[in-house]
């Protein structure tokens, strides 16, 4: 008896924590098996003590182990992939049980039938995970479907399964179980419709985005189009004005107009110009938008704002939502730390460096800086509900494996660095 | 340390030579320029057979190389070249000589008095970093690489290193800066006297605890940030902190302001 109960407990332990290690993509520790098998015999004592009541055991390795695992890993997903691994598992032994009792098979036969329909079915759902891992990511919607598809889907297969345990007869068995199937197989379908149709809204969504970007770069670039001409326009004068000073050979009026009325005025119509041929080779509609906007922003307040785009960069692996969030709040800031100052300063770099994307973010700034209380919510050195921004930036940022983050301050310089790995190497120079 | 300049305008190349010769005679006789050109062609045909530390390069050089490009050649020849860049522009991408290049240095033409003061500064940012690579196992340093350009960061300066949640990616708690990078925490574990592992997921700099709760095994940091202590640990690291030489503490203090007086100013 307790050799059977040993190998059964054994059995679900390797089932259910195998399977969620191995779709988590968990490392496995001594620490972490130790904790499984800690709510693995608390599950199994349980199970001995309410033979008749089986749900209170299930119920219990539910809550205990999403509990562990939510703690591992702080997602909150892992309650979906639990109930499915277990609904899984319930599938399989019901199966199993039917095979061995038709055909009278051995004990051994009937566990090994479980762990193959197991290992077969959880590589299958893996393969779906994948294939959707991104509309689950994004979307909060579609996990808290899926959450409630999931717990619905237990309950009924349970309702199913164990309460009519005490009809033994194998026709009525064989209907429940092809009516499970069914429906286990209507639900994947009708999940994987919900997550196809929650992908269509995303992209949709992006795609709206990108338009309103791509119009405010329009927009932007409408602005500059229209100094040029104004530029243009003021040129004929100018000219004449020179003339003016050269027929009177007046060197010192001649070089005092130059400098205060020529150079200074339209530098900054050049200058802009000069910004916006590099934000050219920035080929992302999706943030250019926004940061043309800035830079406009910027210009208006008197703050020089470089860009520098020496490669045409086509790829950057974020989402660009993201992306445009987080430049978004960084520039905001740089342009709020710039406003009081005398000799500001913005540099805004996109690069590519071994096969990396690169996004530096520079400015100047003045006074002393707190530098770690400059992530804790609600701090700025403008007091109030400034500098809200920057552990937003890194709470996304930290979300991407492959996206380092730096920030740090080097004489009266703040600067922020970016690394997101995986990017488009062009060849083509642009200096 | 040999500098090289390479400047196709005479009065400003003669300017810059006069400037380091000066620089050196005061301050770093050990500094000789050793090659002073108007073209990269005689920078290569000189790498070919000798070596140089430092260069001086402009970036609008009268050549069908760009300055970006003459910079990379040397690189390949030099991996260890020091480069200052200087233009005449302001508008030059100074991010992406710096990112790119690992440029130590991008001076700006303006005014003759500025010109010097930048250069001095430079010179002195490099025979710093010239000594440095002299002492091969140079101690107080973490150096991370953000796309070409390395940072040293002090170990001193450095509050605490924690792991995150994503697997191998560490985060360094430092004065001035928030680093991210890739690595194990173990193979910080020894690298410095003063640091102490007190959790599985902090290495902390004992010279930068403040204080210890021991009732919620929590040690608050310098800089205000709380660290986790593991149970087993406790007891380690009240040993640890008693046992901290209080001189070597002056000496730190000592070594901390030295520091700050020397600080380089590689980013601009």
Redesign the interface.
């Known amino acids: 008896m307790t050799t059977t109960f040993f190998l059964l407990s054994l059995l679900n332990f390797l089932i259910i924590y195998g399977s969620i290690f191995y779709v988590m993509q968990l490392k496995v520790t001594i620490q972490r098996v130790l904790s499984c098998l800690l709510v693995n015999t608390i599950v199994s004592l349980l199970a001995v003590q309410f033979p008749q009541s089986l749900w209170i055991p299930m119920i219990c390795s539910i809550c205990f182990s999403s509990g562990i695992f939510y703690l591992l890993t702080r997602q909150q997903i892992v309650l979906v992939h639990l109930v499915t691994i277990h609904i899984i598992s319930i599938l399989a032994e019901y199966t199993a049980l039917l095979f061995v009792e038709a055909l009278n098979l051995s004990v051994f036969i009937h566990g090994s039938l479980i762990i193959i329909q197991v290992v077969f079915v959880v590589i299958l759902y893996k393969r779906l995970l994948l294939y959707y891992k991104k509309d689950i990511r994004f979307s909060i919607q579609s996990r808290i479907v899926l959450t409630v598809i999931v717990c619905i889907t237990f309950v009924v297969f349970y309702a199913m399964v164990f309460v009519p345990f005490g009809n033994k007869e194998l026709e009525v068995s064989v209907a429940t179980l092809l009516l499970l199937f069914f429906y286990f197989f209507i639900m994947v379908g009708l999940v994987s419709i919900l997550l196809h149709t929650i992908g269509k809204e995303n992209r949709a969504h992006e795609k709206m985005v990108e338009q309103q970007q791509f119009a405010m770069y329009m927009q932007a670039l409408e602005q500059v189009n229209r100094d040029m001409q104004t530029f243009r326009h003021d040129y004929a004068n100018i000219l004449l004005s020179l003339r003016g000073y050269i027929e009177l050979e007046d060197m010192e009026g001649l070089r005092n107009y130059f400098q205060e009325e020529i150079v200074k005025v339209e530098q900054r119509t050049l200058f802009k110009n000069q910004v916006f041929s590099q934000l050219d080779r920035l080929q992302l509609v999706e943030i250019k938008g926004i940061i043309a906007t800035k830079i406009l922003l910027a210009d208006e307040l008197g703050i020089p704002f470089n860009v520098e785009v020496p490669e045409t960069i086509e790829v950057i692996s974020i989402n660009k939502i993201h992306l445009s969030r987080i430049l978004g709040i960084l520039i905001d800031n740089a342009i709020e730390a710039s406003a009081s100052m005398e000799q500001p300063c913005i540099n805004l770099a996109f690069l590519t460096v071994s096969k990396k994307s690169v996004i530096v973010i520079e400015n100047r700034f003045a006074g002393d800086i707190e530098f770690d209380r400059l992530f804790e919510d609600g701090y700025s050195t403008k007091g109030n509900d400034r500098g809200k921004g920057l552990p937003a930036v890194r709470s996304i940022l930290s979300s991407y494996p492959s996206i380092i983050f730096n920030s740090r301050t080097e004489d009266q310089w703040m600067i922020h660095e970016i690394v997101i790995e995986g990017a488009n190497e062009h060849a083509s120079h642009h200096m | 340390m040999r500098v090289i300049i390479c400047e196709d305008e005479i009065r400003q190349q003669q300017f810059l030579h006069k400037e380091i010769m000066n620089y050196a005679s005061f301050h770093e006789p050990s500094i000789e320029v050793v090659l002073c050109t108007n073209t990269p062609d005689e920078v290569f045909t000189y790498l070919e057979s000798k070596e140089a530390d430092c260069y001086f390069l402009d970036i609008e050089l009268n050549h069908p190389l ?4 003459v910079a990379m050649e040397i690189r390949r020849l030099d991996p260890l070249a020091t480069i200052i860049f200087i233009t005449s522009h302001a ?1 030059q ?4 000589f710096t ?2 290049l690992a440029a130590l240095d991008f001076i700006v033409k303006e005014t003759p008095d500025q010109i010097a003061s930048d250069v001095r500064e430079a010179l002195q940012a490099a025979f710093t970093k010239y000594k440095q690579l002299g002492e091969i196992d140079h101690p107080a340093m973490i150096q ?1 690489a ?3 350009r390395i940072k040293n960061i002090a170990m001193q300066d450095i ?1 605490f290193i924690e792991s ?4 191998h ?1 560490l985060a360094l ?10 690595g194990k925490l173990v193979d910080f574990e020894n690298v410095d006297l003063s640091f102490f592992r007190c959790h599985k997921s902090y290495l902390i700099n004992l010279r930068h605890v403040k204080e210890i709760n021991r009732k919620d095994r929590i040690v608050k940091m310098t ?3 709380e660290c986790i202590i593991s149970f087993r640990q406790l007891r380690e690291l009240q040993k640890r902190l008693l046992d901290l030489p209080s001189t070597d503490q002056e000496i730190w203090m000592d070594e901390r302001k030295n520091h700050a007086n020397n ?1 380089t ?1 590689d ?2």
């Open positions: 760009s300055g970006m490009e508008d991408l100074k991010l992406t990112y790119k991370i953000i796309g070409e509050y995150s949640s994503i697997p990616k708690h430092e004065r001035n800066g928030y680093y991210e990078f890739y800089n205000g940030t600080r100013r980013c601009n």
